[in-house]
């Protein structure tokens, strides 16, 4: 796998993980869910919902993606596959 592919699959990875842990968190739709997940993963900040109305739980969710869509993280994931795959 190249870089491309594996930057790639982290977002979608990552972004079908937090949607899925919000809609557990809370009553809201799939695609609101999904949509609220890419946007905090990619550091965007837009929502379809009231975020002031969410549970502590699901905006846990939404700060760690923030943080793991952070461009450190999101750099150093593709980096350390690249490094572990030369030895």
Known sequence: ????????????VVSF??????????DCS???ALFISTSALTATGLTTLDFSKFNAYAQTIVLLELVIGGHVMVYLYPLS?????LY
């Not at 993980?17 to 809370?26: K, P, Q, T």
């Not at 596959?81 to 795959?85: E, G, V």
């Open 30 to 32: 799939y695609i609101d």
């Open 81 to 85: 596959y690249r490094l572990l795959s």
């Open 17 to 26: 993980l937090g949607s899925a842990c919000l809609v557990i968190a809370e």
């Open 1 to 12: 796998a190249n870089y491309w592919t594996t930057h790639m699959t982290f977002f979608i």
